[in-house]
């Protein structure tokens, strides 16, 4: 049973986030913890998160739309929609690479 926690009368409950990983996050302003999904570098040693790129231009684009279906964490500049979107350099639906 690993990963896992039996609490009361067999209750499975997944086991919290680890320690060193929730050391990793961005701590926002209002106390919010943000992380930008995998963390550490790609495979071939870069960052995973390349700004400028079509992979860059596809993130933009699907979040977008992320801003049309949501205007309140578009609105709040600390929401993970719109701190994800600073780190790809997001302007529209296209990401820039400065």
Avoid: E, F
């Avoid at 106390?31 to 960052?47: D, F, L, N, T």
């Avoid at 992320?66 to 701190?83: E, G, H, T």
Wanted: contains cysteine; hydrophobic residues 30%; proline residues 5%.
């Amino acid at each position: 049973m690993t990963g896992q926690t039996v609490i009361g009368m067999g209750c499975l409950m997944a086991r919290a986030k680890p320690a060193k990983g929730k050391a990793k996050v961005k701590i926002t302003a209002t106390g919010k913890r943000v992380s930008y999904g995998q963390a550490g570098k790609a495979k071939g040693g870069g960052a995973r998160v390349r700004p400028g790129t079509s992979k860059g231009d596809s993130y933009c684009a699907r979040s977008a739309g992320q801003m049309k279906k949501n205007p309140k964490a578009a609105r709040n500049p600390n929401s993970p929609l719109r701190l994800s979107r600073a780190r790809w350099k997001c302007a529209g639906a296209k990401s820039r690479r400065s």
